[in-house]
């Protein structure tokens, strides 16, 4: 169970997958967590089991990959998609996006952005056709796991959200603490409107990259404001996967739009459909692209299944 780096058959794009190993920890904020929301509540032990992550959001270099391979008009097809081992059966793939979805900062390395949750679905299906290992998004209880890298405070590196937030009325007169939290985290005060490079920022304690901040992040969970309310303070709830239904997902970790207040690793959010789709003058609007959402992305995870020496990294 290490570290390992995968490379896109056909391609040659690779990324780094970094082995987390599991464990028990207390999911969510304490009320006496300066901003936090009543969703983030109650605090309750949860359990997860090792998985793989990756280091980084999904890069655009990786993205255009599967839209490269799967490209046409929402095709459903079973088509071998360019590129894939042959037999390999083709996934849905986005039909071409509206706007230039990179918003003009450039693809390479920055995260991609401006897909749907369907998209980021899809995309993580195609990446488990073409690999033969099972990548998915992760859960909301990994996702927190892995962003606190260990740790139990507002942030997994030293500071309080007061000493950085501009909605402090002294921080925006003398000044925030900048050099706590801007070598760890692109957020509104630093980002300068646009996602970062990955080499901008420091890894967590367990080696991943942007895990708050530059992009929110979906996950598989779907959003319920009183999801925590079914675990409690006796024994620790095993790999949770949230609600079994819902209208819209969780997503982790603030935007380089987000106050430093908002990128708590406690802090949840969830994907606004409507809003992220209000001006996309398609009908129907699109299932694959976002007009009006510029700030999600994603990156993946891989479950470990030790019984099966094919699950094992090459």
Request: with cysteine; glycine share 10%.
């Amino acid at each position: 169970f290490v570290d390992y780096t995968e490379t896109v058959p056909g391609t040659s794009v690779s990324f780094d997958m970094v082995a987390v190993p599991g464990g028990t920890f207390s999911m969510g904020s304490p009320e006496s967590e300066r901003y936090r929301d009543p969703d983030e509540g109650p605090v309750h032990p949860v359990t997860v089991s090792d998985f793989w992550m990756g280091r980084l959001e999904v890069t655009w270099d990786e993205f255009e990959a599967w839209y490269a391979a799967t490209k046409a008009e929402g095709r459903t097809d079973t088509r071998t998609p360019a590129g894939t081992p042959e037999g390999v059966d083709a996934v849905t793939g986005a039909t071409p996006p509206y706007v230039p979805p990179d918003q003009g900062w450039g693809k390479g390395q920055r995260p991609a952005v401006t897909m749907t949750h369907q998209a980021a679905v899809q995309y993580t299906r195609w990446l488990s056709e073409v690999t033969g290992r099972t990548y998915r998004l992760p859960t909301e209880a990994e996702w927190e796991f892995a962003a606190r890298g260990g740790t139990d405070t507002p942030y997994f590196f030293p500071g309080n959200p007061e000493d950085f937030t501009e909605r402090r009325f002294l921080n925006r007169i003398f000044g925030r603490s900048e050099e706590a939290i801007d070598p760890f985290a692109v957020h509104s005060l630093n980002s300068g409107g646009r996602t970062a490079e990955p080499a901008d920022v420091e890894p967590n304690p367990f080696g991943l990259v942007n895990m708050l901040g530059n992009v929110r992040e979906f996950t598989m969970d779907w959003y319920a404001a009183d999801a925590y309310q079914a675990g409690g303070p006796g024994s620790p709830l095993q790999d949770p996967r949230g609600p079994p239904s819902g209208e819209e997902h969780v997503v982790r970790g603030g935007s380089f739009k987000s106050d430093p207040a908002d990128i708590r690793t406690a802090g949840r959010d969830f994907t606004r459909t409507d809003a992220c789709l209000r001006t996309d003058p398609q009908i129907p609007k699109s299932i694959w692209w976002y007009s009006d959402c510029n700030d999600i992305g994603f990156r993946v995870v891989r479950e470990v299944d030790r019984s099966d020496p094919a699950n094992e990294p090459r």
